[in-house]
C-alpha cells in the first residue's frame, strides 16, 4: 500500500471545496460536462472523470494563488481541462485503441496521399448491443461450440451417453451433432439440411441447453489455481458499502411514516401497482410467517442530511402500510393461504399469561380465516405476527445519483409470470406433470412444429396440451380465458384424455415425417390444438395417415384461401382467436375441407361433430367470483391508485383500454392482444416496464388502425432502447402512441 498523505485545508480552502462539491457535485459537474461532452466520453466513464474532476479540485485550492490576475473557477477550469487531456491521451491514444483499416464502398482498402493505408480507431461495443433483426451481438458471433470437447469423448461410457444425448434430440438437433462430430464445417452443415443461419444458431444453442449434456458435466472439478486472483479482485475505491440486516415490519412502517425511508426517488414508481390477486397473496404470506422478496435502501447524503431512499420494496411497505392501517382488507382471490393457525393464550384477570405447573404458558391452538378481514380485525396474536414480521434488508451507503439509478434498475430487472406460466401454478402438480409430459417429451412439438425458444420458455407448449384437451374432449366447455381452461382441465380431464392426446400427437409425427417442411410451417402454438381437433376427427374414418398429410400439404399451398359456404379463413381475421365461435367455426372449416379433399362422404353425422356456435351461448364468467365493494375508500394522494376487491387486474386493463383507445374493446380482445405482445417481446424486455394496460391499449390502437403489423416492427425498435417509465399509464399511453406515429410517419405510413 503507498502512503497515504493527509490534506489540511484552512476555513476559506474548505468553502471553496464546500461550494463546488455541495448538491452532489453540482457546481463542479457544470464545469466537467462542456469538457466531457467535447471528448465523445462513454457514459461508463464519467464517474471516473469526476473522481478526477474532485482530486483536481483540492489540489487547486492549495495552489491558488489569490494575487494572481484570474478568478479562482478560471484557474479551476484550466486545470480540469488539462487533466481531463492527460486522460483522455492516455485512454484514447492510437497506441491504446483497436484499429481497423478504411474501406470504400467497393471494400477497397482507403490510402493517404504518400499512399499509406488509412487506418481508424475502433472503440469498444457491448456484447449486449442490439441489431435490426431484434438479437443481439453476441447471438451473431460464430458458435465455437465442440460437440467432441462438451462431451469429453474418451470414456469407456461415452458411447451409451451420446447415444442417451442423440435420443433426446429432435431430428435436426441430431444431425447438427452427427455432423458437427464428424467435424463438417457449419456452412456445408447449413446447406446440407438446408436451414439457414439463424435455424442453425437456434439448434445449437438449444444442444447446449439440453439436460442430458449434465451426464458429461457430472465429474468436472474446479481447480481455482487456474484462475488469476488479481483478475477478481476488486478495489475498495471501486467497489459499494453496504449492509444487510433483519428489520421488523413496524420498525420499517414507523421509518417510512418518519421520513427516514423516502419513497419518492425521481425515478422509483408510484405505490399500489399490485393486482388484488398480488395483494392477498403477499398479506397471507406474511401472516402466515414466510419469507418476502428483501427491501433494499440507498443511502445519499443530501444538504448534510443522511436519506435513505427506497430502491426495492415500494409495494410490499405500502401496501403493508395501507392494511395496517385498516383501509385495506383481505380478499378471496389469491388467498389460498386463507386459514392461519395461531396461538391463544390463557389470560388471568389482570391480562398475565397463566403458567402451567413446569412455567410454561398455557394455550390453545385456533384457527383464523383472514378473508374479509382488515387488520383490526385479526386476534391480537396475528397483529403481533404481523407488526413483528422480519424483512431482509440490504443498505448502501453514500451512493451517487447514477449508483442508485444503476441499484433501481439491476433490481427490476426481472420479468414477471406470464398467463401461461401463473396459470400452471394454479393446478394440481399432478396435472401439470400430466401435461409438462406430453409439453416436454412429444417429439411432435421438436420435429413437426413451428416453436421458437421464447415459445418454449413462456410456457405456450403448456397451454397448447391444455387446449387441445378442451377442443377434443370438452368443446362444450371451452374457455376463452387461460386460467379457467388450465382449472376446468385440472378438475376434469382425465388419464385416458390425456394419453389419448398423447397418442395422437405421436401419430401425427409419424406421418409428417422429414419431408414435409412446409406443413411443419402450420404448427405454431396458437393453431395446434385446432390442428390436433382437425387430425382427431379425422382419426375416425379409418384411413391412412398419410392421407392427413397429404390433406395438409393441399392446405398449405392452394386450400388455405378456398371459400365454402361464403366462409373461408379470412373470414375469421377480424375476430378473437380464443372466441368460442371462432375456434370451431375454423375447426368447422378445415374439416370440410378435408372430407371434400379426400373424399369421405357421410350419411350421418358423427356425434362428435363440431357443431356451429351461435352468438346466444352465454359469455363465460371471467373471474368466476364474487367480488365485495371495499368498505372504506382509500382518500390520500399516496394511495389514489390502489386497485380495490371490486377492480381486479383484468377489470383494470378492459376500462383502461376502453377510456382511452377503443371503447367498444373486450374482454376476448384483451387476451388476443396479451397473446400479440408476449409473442414480440422477449422475457427481458424493458417495453414490460410500462405496464400491461398501456401497451394493451396501443395495441388496441394500432388494430383499430390497421397497423398491428407495423406495430410489432414498433415493438421491436422499442427493445433497442433501454427505457425507464415515469408518470401516470395515460401519460405514457399518449407518450408513446406519439411516438408510433412518428414511426409511421418515418416509414411512410399514416395512421387512420
Same mark, same amino acid.
Given at each position: 500500500?503507498?502512503?497515504?498523505?493527509?490534506?489540511?485545508?484552512?476555513?476559506?480552502?474548505?468553502?471553496?471545496?464546500?461550494?463546488?462539491?455541495?448538491?452532489?457535485?453540482?457546481?463542479?459537474?457544470?464545469?466537467?460536462?462542456?469538457?466531457?461532452?467535447?471528448?465523445?466520453?462513454?457514459?461508463? #466513464?464519467?464517474?471516473?472523470?469526476?473522481?478526477?474532476?474532485?482530486?483536481?479540485?483540492?489540489?487547486?485550492?492549495?495552489?491558488?494563488?489569490?494575487?494572481?490576475?484570474?478568478?479562482?473557477?478560471?484557474?479551476?477550469?484550466?486545470?480540469?481541462?488539462?487533466?481531463?487531456?492527460?486522460?483522455?491521451?492516455?485512454?484514447?491514444?492510437?497506441?491504446?485503441?483497436?484499429?481497423?483499416?478504411?474501406?470504400?464502398?467497393?471494400?477497397?482498402?482507403?490510402?493517404?496521399?504518400?499512399? /499509406?493505408?488509412?487506418?481508424?480507431?475502433?472503440?469498444?461495443?457491448?456484447? #449486449?448491443?442490439?441489431?435490426?433483426?431484434?438479437?443481439?451481438?453476441?447471438?451473431?458471433?460464430?458458435?465455437?461450440?465442440?460437440?467432441? !470437447?462438451?462431451?469429453?469423448?474418451?470414456?469407456?461410457?461415452?458411447?451409451?451417453?451420446?447415444?442417451?444425448?442423440?435420443?433426446?434430440?429432435?431430428?435436426?438437433? /441430431?444431425?447438427?451433432?452427427?455432423?458437427?462430430?464428424?467435424?463438417?464445417?457449419?456452412?456445408?452443415?447449413?446447406?446440407?439440411?438446408?436451414?439457414?443461419?439463424?435455424?442453425?444458431?437456434?439448434?445449437?444453442?438449444?444442444?447446449?441447453?439440453?439436460?442430458?449434456?449434465?451426464?458429461?458435466?457430472?465429474?468436472? /472439478?474446479?481447480?481455482?489455481?487456474?484462475?488469476?486472483?488479481?483478475?477478481?479482485?476488486?478495489?475498495?475505491?471501486?467497489?459499494?458499502?453496504?449492509?444487510?440486516?433483519?428489520?421488523?415490519?413496524?420498525?420499517?412502517?414507523?421509518?417510512?411514516?418518519?421520513?427516514?425511508?423516502?419513497?419518492?426517488?425521481?425515478?422509483?414508481?408510484?405505490?399500489?401497482?399490485?393486482?388484488?390477486?398480488?395483494?392477498?397473496?403477499?398479506?397471507?404470506?406474511?401472516?402466515?410467517?414466510?419469507?418476502?422478496?428483501?427491501?433494499?435502501?440507498?443511502?445519499?447524503?443530501?444538504?448534510?442530511?443522511?436519506?435513505?431512499?427506497?430502491?426495492?420494496?415500494?409495494?410490499?411497505?405500502?401496501?403493508?402500510?395501507?392494511?395496517?392501517? *385498516?383501509?385495506?382488507?383481505?380478499?378471496?382471490?389469491?388467498?389460498?393461504?386463507?386459514?392461519?393457525?395461531?396461538?391463544?393464550?390463557?389470560?388471568?384477570?389482570?391480562?398475565?399469561?397463566?403458567?402451567?405447573?413446569?412455567?410454561?404458558?398455557?394455550?390453545?391452538?385456533?384457527?383464523?380465516?383472514?378473508?374479509?378481514?382488515?387488520?383490526?380485525?385479526?386476534?391480537?396474536?396475528?397483529?403481533?405476527?404481523?407488526?413483528?414480521?422480519?424483512?431482509?434488508?440490504?443498505?448502501?451507503?453514500?451512493?451517487?445519483?447514477?449508483?442508485?439509478?444503476?441499484?433501481?434498475?439491476?433490481?427490476?430487472?426481472?420479468?414477471?409470470?406470464?398467463?401461461?406460466?401463473?396459470?400452471?401454478?394454479?393446478?394440481?402438480?399432478?396435472?401439470?406433470?400430466?401435461?409438462?409430459?406430453?409439453?416436454?417429451?412429444?417429439?411432435?412439438?421438436?420435429?413437426?412444429?413451428?416453436?421458437?425458444?421464447?415459445?418454449?420458455?413462456?410456457? /405456450?407448449?403448456?397451454?397448447?396440451?391444455?387446449?387441445?384437451?378442451?377442443?377434443?374432449?370438452?368443446?362444450? #366447455?371451452?374457455?376463452?380465458?387461460?386460467? *379457467?381452461?388450465?382449472?376446468?382441465?385440472?378438475?376434469?380431464?382425465?388419464?385416458?384424455?390425456?394419453?389419448?392426446?398423447?397418442?395422437?400427437?405421436?401419430?401425427?409425427?409419424?406421418?409428417?415425417?422429414?419431408?414435409?417442411?412446409?406443413?411443419?410451417?402450420?404448427?405454431?402454438?396458437?393453431?395446434?390444438?385446432?390442428?390436433?381437433?382437425?387430425?382427431?376427427?379425422?382419426?375416425?374414418?379409418?384411413?391412412?395417415?398419410?392421407?392427413?398429410?397429404?390433406?395438409?400439404?393441399?392446405?398449405?399451398?392452394?386450400?388455405?384461401?378456398?371459400?365454402?359456404?361464403?366462409?373461408?379463413?379470412?373470414?375469421?381475421?377480424?375476430?378473437?382467436?380464443?372466441?368460442?365461435?371462432?375456434?370451431?367455426?375454423?375447426?368447422?372449416?378445415?374439416?370440410?375441407?378435408?372430407?371434400?379433399?379426400?373424399?369421405?362422404?357421410?350419411?350421418?353425422?358423427?356425434?362428435? !361433430?363440431?357443431?356451429?356456435?351461435?352468438?346466444?351461448?352465454?359469455?363465460?364468467?371471467?373471474?368466476?367470483?364474487?367480488?365485495?365493494?371495499?368498505?372504506?375508500?382509500?382518500?390520500?394522494?399516496?394511495?389514489?391508485?390502489?386497485?380495490?376487491?371490486?377492480?381486479?387486474?383484468?377489470?383494470?386493463?378492459?376500462?383502461?383500454?376502453?377510456?382511452?383507445?377503443?371503447?367498444?374493446?373486450?374482454?376476448?380482445?384483451?387476451?388476443?392482444?396479451?397473446?400479440?405482445?408476449?409473442?414480440?417481446?422477449?422475457?427481458?424486455?424493458?417495453?414490460?416496464?410500462?405496464?400491461?394496460?398501456?401497451?394493451?391499449?396501443?395495441?388496441?390502437?394500432?388494430?383499430?388502425?390497421?397497423?398491428?403489423?407495423?406495430?410489432?416492427?414498433?415493438?421491436?425498435?422499442?427493445?433497442?432502447?433501454?427505457?425507464?417509465? !415515469?408518470?401516470?399509464?395515460?401519460?405514457?399511453?399518449?407518450?408513446?402512441?406519439?411516438?408510433?406515429?412518428?414511426?409511421?410517419?418515418?416509414?411512410?405510413?399514416?395512421?387512420?
Amino acid at each position: 500500500m503507498g502512503k497515504v498523505e493527509k490534506i489540511s485545508l484552512n476555513e476559506k480552502q474548505m468553502e471553496l471545496v464546500t461550494y463546488y462539491s455541495e448538491n452532489d457535485m453540482a457546481r463542479l459537474k457544470r464545469i466537467c460536462n462542456p469538457i466531457i461532452n467535447m471528448k465523445n466520453v462513454d457514459q461508463k #466513464d464519467y464517474d471516473d472523470l469526476y473522481s478526477d474532476a474532485l482530486k483536481v479540485l483540492l489540489e487547486s485550492v492549495q495552489t491558488f494563488d489569490e494575487t494572481a490576475d484570474c478568478s479562482f473557477n478560471t484557474f479551476l477550469t484550466g486545470n480540469i481541462k488539462r487533466s481531463f487531456y492527460d486522460w483522455s491521451r492516455d485512454q484514447l491514444t492510437w497506441k491504446r485503441c483497436n484499429l481497423e483499416y478504411e474501406t470504400d464502398e467497393n471494400g477497397e482498402i482507403k490510402k493517404d496521399k504518400n499512399g /499509406k493505408p488509412i487506418k481508424k480507431k475502433v472503440y469498444d461495443v457491448s456484447m #449486449d448491443v442490439p441489431l435490426e433483426d431484434g438479437s443481439d451481438l453476441r447471438e451473431k458471433i460464430p458458435s465455437n461450440f465442440s460437440v467432441e !470437447t462438451e462431451l469429453g469423448l474418451n470414456g469407456d461410457d461415452s458411447v451409451e451417453k451420446v447415444n442417451i444425448l442423440l435420443d433426446s434430440m429432435p431430428r435436426l438437433q /441430431k444431425r447438427i451433432t452427427i455432423l458437427k462430430m464428424r467435424k463438417v464445417p457449419v456452412e456445408k452443415i447449413k446447406k446440407i439440411l438446408d436451414i439457414s443461419q439463424s435455424d442453425y444458431e437456434n439448434a445449437v444453442e438449444r444442444i447446449k441447453r439440453n439436460e442430458n449434456m449434465e451426464m458429461f458435466l457430472k465429474d468436472t /472439478k474446479y481447480n481455482m489455481e487456474e484462475y488469476d486472483m488479481k483478475d477478481r479482485v476488486i478495489a475498495i475505491s471501486e467497489s459499494e458499502d453496504y449492509r444487510m440486516d433483519k428489520l421488523p415490519m413496524f420498525t420499517l412502517l414507523q421509518q417510512k411514516k418518519d421520513g427516514d425511508i423516502n419513497c419518492k426517488y425521481i425515478l422509483q414508481r408510484k405505490p399500489f401497482q399490485w393486482s388484488e390477486e398480488e395483494a392477498n397473496r403477499y398479506f397471507c404470506r406474511i401472516l402466515s410467517s414466510l419469507p418476502v422478496p428483501e427491501i433494499v435502501l440507498c443511502e445519499q447524503k443530501v444538504k448534510e442530511l443522511i436519506i435513505a431512499y427506497l430502491i426495492d420494496g415500494l409495494q410490499r411497505l405500502s401496501y403493508a402500510e395501507a392494511f395496517r392501517n *385498516n383501509r385495506i382488507k383481505i380478499g378471496s382471490v389469491g388467498a389460498e393461504r386463507h386459514l392461519i393457525e395461531y396461538r391463544e393464550y390463557s389470560l388471568d384477570e389482570n391480562g398475565n399469561r397463566i403458567l402451567d405447573d413446569n412455567g410454561f404458558p398455557t394455550y390453545e391452538l385456533k384457527i383464523c380465516d383472514v378473508i374479509g378481514k382488515y387488520y383490526k380485525d385479526l386476534p391480537d396474536e396475528l397483529k403481533k405476527r404481523f407488526d413483528v414480521f422480519n424483512f431482509n434488508v440490504t443498505k448502501f451507503f453514500n451512493c451517487t445519483d447514477q449508483q442508485i439509478a444503476d441499484h433501481l434498475r439491476d433490481y427490476n430487472n426481472h420479468s414477471s409470470m406470464n398467463k401461461e406460466q401463473l396459470g400452471l401454478t394454479k393446478i394440481t402438480t399432478v396435472t401439470a406433470g400430466k401435461i409438462k409430459k406430453i409439453s416436454e417429451k412429444n417429439m411432435f412439438f421438436k420435429n413437426c412444429c413451428k416453436i421458437t425458444t421464447t415459445n418454449e420458455t413462456k410456457g /405456450k407448449l403448456e397451454r397448447v396440451v391444455a387446449e387441445a384437451i378442451m377442443l377434443l374432449f370438452h368443446k362444450d #366447455d371451452w374457455k376463452a380465458k387461460l386460467e *379457467n381452461a388450465y382449472k376446468y382441465v385440472d378438475e376434469n380431464a382425465t388419464d385416458e384424455e390425456f394419453e389419448q392426446l398423447n397418442s395422437d400427437l405421436n401419430r401425427l409425427e409419424l406421418a409428417i415425417g422429414e419431408n414435409n417442411k412446409e406443413v411443419t410451417k402450420l404448427f405454431t402454438p396458437a393453431a395446434i390444438p385446432m390442428w390436433v381437433a382437425v387430425f382427431n376427427e379425422f382419426t375416425k374414418y379409418n384411413i391412412e395417415d398419410s392421407r392427413f398429410v397429404d390433406f395438409l400439404n393441399a392446405y398449405a399451398t392452394d386450400l388455405k384461401d378456398r371459400t365454402v359456404d361464403g366462409v373461408s379463413m379470412k373470414t375469421f381475421k377480424s375476430e378473437q382467436s380464443k372466441k368460442r365461435t371462432t375456434i370451431m367455426g375454423k375447426i368447422n372449416l378445415l374439416v370440410t375441407l378435408m372430407k371434400d379433399y379426400l373424399h369421405i362422404e357421410e350419411v350421418e353425422e358423427t356425434e362428435n !361433430t363440431y357443431e356451429e356456435v351461435t352468438n346466444e351461448e352465454v359469455t363465460e364468467n371471467e373471474n368466476n367470483t364474487v367480488k365485495e365493494t371495499t368498505e372504506n375508500n382509500v382518500t390520500t394522494e399516496e394511495t389514489e391508485s390502489v386497485v380495490t376487491e371490486s377492480q381486479s387486474e383484468e377489470d383494470h386493463e378492459l376500462q383502461f383500454v376502453k377510456e382511452v383507445a377503443d371503447p367498444n374493446v373486450e374482454q376476448e380482445d384483451i387476451e388476443l392482444y396479451k397473446d400479440f405482445i408476449d409473442d414480440y417481446l422477449k422475457l427481458d424486455s424493458c417495453v414490460y416496464k410500462v405496464g400491461m394496460p398501456v401497451l394493451l391499449a396501443l395495441m388496441a390502437y394500432a388494430c383499430n388502425a390497421e397497423k398491428d403489423e407495423e406495430f410489432s416492427e414498433w415493438l421491436n425498435e422499442m427493445e433497442k432502447q433501454h427505457r425507464i417509465f !415515469t408518470g401516470s399509464e395515460k401519460d405514457n399511453y399518449e407518450k408513446l402512441k406519439a411516438e408510433f406515429l412518428t414511426f409511421l410517419d418515418s416509414h411512410g405510413n399514416k395512421a387512420a
